[in-house]
C-alpha cells in the first residue's frame, strides 16, 4: 500500500494551491461580505480545467482520476469554499451523472460545455418538505407523450442563479414510488422556469444559493436521463460522488484553518514567548494536526475507491461525516487559538468557521450518512 502521491499528482495539487493563493485570496472577504459570485475567478478554474476535472477529454474534460479533484478540492477549501463548491457540484453531480448516464447527444449538447466551463450547471433534489430525501419528491413530471411537464419547487440550489443547465429530479410516477422518479436536463431560458431571490446564508456567501420555481416547464423527451424511472438511482449513486467532493471541500476547510493558526501560534507572543511555546496551545495544534490527518486518509480512499472501480457508497459517507465533524471542530479551535483575533474577519479563521457547517449538512445531513453507513455495518 503507496501512501506517496505521484509526481503528477504534486503538480497538480501544486498548480491548485498557487492559484488558490494568487487568484481567490485576494478580494475573498468583500466576496464574502458582498455575497458575491467569483464569476471571473470561474472562468479562470475553467482555463485550468476544474470545471471538468474527471471528464474524458473528448467532452473537453481533463480527464484526470478523482484524487485529482480531491487534492484540487481540498487546496481551493483553504481560501475559499464558496469557490470550491461550485466546482464540485459541476463536476460531481453535473458532469458525472451526465457522463455516467447520459446519452451520447446528452454529452454532446450539454456535458462538453459544463466540462470545458463554458455553461454551468446545478443539481435539483432539495425540496421545502423533503430536502435531499429522493423518495419523497413533490416535484411532478407528467409524461406528454414527446414531452414532460414539470411542476414543483427545489430549494437551496448550489449555482441556482448562475447555472445554465439544471438536473431537476421529479416524480413521474407517484403510485410506484421511488420506481417512479426520473431526472431531467432543464435549460435555463425554457418558459415557466423561474429563479426566486438568493438565500442570505451564514457561511459559503460567495456561492449562489437559490429557490427554484417550476411551472408547467415543458422538457422534451430526450432530456431525460436514463430509462423510465431511474431517477431514484441516479440521485443515489451521483450523490455518493457528491460526498467525496464535500468531504475534500471539509478537509480543505481544516486544513487552511489549522495552517493559519499553526502561523499565528508561532507570530502572537504572550507571557515572554511565541504562544506556540505554551503547552496549551502546542498540544491544541497537535490534536488539529492528527484529526486533519485521519480525515485526510478517510478522503483519499474514497476517492481510491472510486478509482479502482470499487463501491464507494459507504467509503464516501464515512469520509464526509468524519471530514465534516473535523472542519467543525477544528476551525473552532483555530478561532480560539486566535484569541480576539480569531473574531475579526481579517483573520480569515471566522469565516472558514462559519463555512465549516454547511458540511454537515449538505450532500446529506451527518444523521444521513449515518444512514448509509449503519446499512452497510448491519449488512455484514
Not at 84 to 107: D, H, M, P, R
Not at 302 to 313: L, R
Request: aromatic content about 8%; charged content about 25%.
Amino acid at each position: 500500500m503507496n501512501f506517496n502521491l505521484t509526481e503528477e499528482h504534486k503538480m497538480i495539487r501544486d498548480a491548485a494551491r498557487d492559484f488558490a493563493k494568487t487568484e481567490l485570496l485576494p478580494g475573498v472577504i468583500e466576496r464574502d461580505n458582498q455575497q458575491q459570485f467569483p464569476k471571473e475567478l470561474v472562468k479562470k478554474m475553467a482555463d485550468l480545467g476544474f470545471m471538468g476535472i474527471m471528464v474524458d477529454p473528448k467532452y473537453g474534460g481533463s480527464g484526470m482520476d478523482t484524487i485529482s479533484y480531491v487534492l484540487i478540492m481540498e487546496e481551493l477549501s483553504k481560501i475559499d469554499a464558496s469557490a470550491s463548491v461550485i466546482v464540485s457540484v459541476n463536476n460531481s453531480l453535473v458532469c458525472y451523472g451526465l457522463e455516467a448516464f447520459g446519452t451520447e447527444e446528452q454529452k454532446q449538447k450539454y456535458l462538453t460545455k459544463l466540462a470545458s466551463g463554458e455553461k454551468i450547471g446545478a443539481f435539483c433534489l432539495s425540496e421545502p418538505e423533503a430536502g435531499s430525501d429522493a423518495t419523497s419528491q413533490k416535484t411532478t413530471a407528467e409524461d406528454k407523450g414527446d414531452h414532460y411537464i414539470i411542476n414543483g419547487t427545489k430549494n437551496w440550489i448550489t449555482n441556482g442563479g448562475r447555472a445554465d443547465f439544471y438536473l431537476v429530479v421529479a416524480q413521474t410516477h407517484k403510485e410506484k414510488g421511488h420506481k417512479g422518479i426520473n431526472v431531467f436536463i432543464v435549460e435555463k431560458d425554457m418558459e415557466g422556469f423561474h429563479v426566486g431571490p438568493k438565500e442570505d446564508k451564514l457561511g459559503i456567501r460567495g456561492s449562489d444559493t437559490h429557490t427554484l420555481q417550476f411551472n408547467d416547464v415543458k422538457v422534451p423527451k430526450e432530456n431525460r436521463i436514463g430509462e423510465d424511472g431511474f431517477g431514484f438511482k441516479f440521485a443515489m449513486k451521483t450523490l455518493s460522488g457528491g460526498r467525496i467532493g464535500i468531504a475534500a471541500q471539509a478537509l480543505g476547510i481544516a486544513s487552511g484553518a489549522y495552517e493559519l493558526a499553526l502561523k499565528y501560534s508561532k507570530e502572537r507572543k504572550a507571557f515572554g514567548t511565541e504562544i506556540c511555546n505554551h503547552q496549551a496551545i502546542a498540544f491544541k495544534l497537535a490534536d488539529m494536526h492528527t484529526e486533519i490527518e485521519a480525515a485526510r486518509l478517510l478522503v483519499m480512499k474514497s476517492a481510491f475507491d472510486k478509482d479502482q472501480g470499487e463501491n464507494y457508497d459507504t467509503s464516501s459517507a464515512i469520509a464526509k461525516l468524519y471530514a465534516s465533524k473535523v472542519a467543525m471542530e477544528q476551525t473552532v479551535e483555530a478561532v480560539q487559538i486566535h484569541g480576539g483575533n480569531g473574531f475579526v474577519k481579517e483573520y480569515h479563521v471566522e469565516r472558514l468557521m462559519r463555512d465549516a457547517k454547511i458540511t454537515q449538512i449538505y450532500e446529506g445531513t451527518s444523521e444521513i450518512q449515518k444512514i448509509v453507513i449503519s446499512r452497510s455495518v448491519l449488512r455484514n
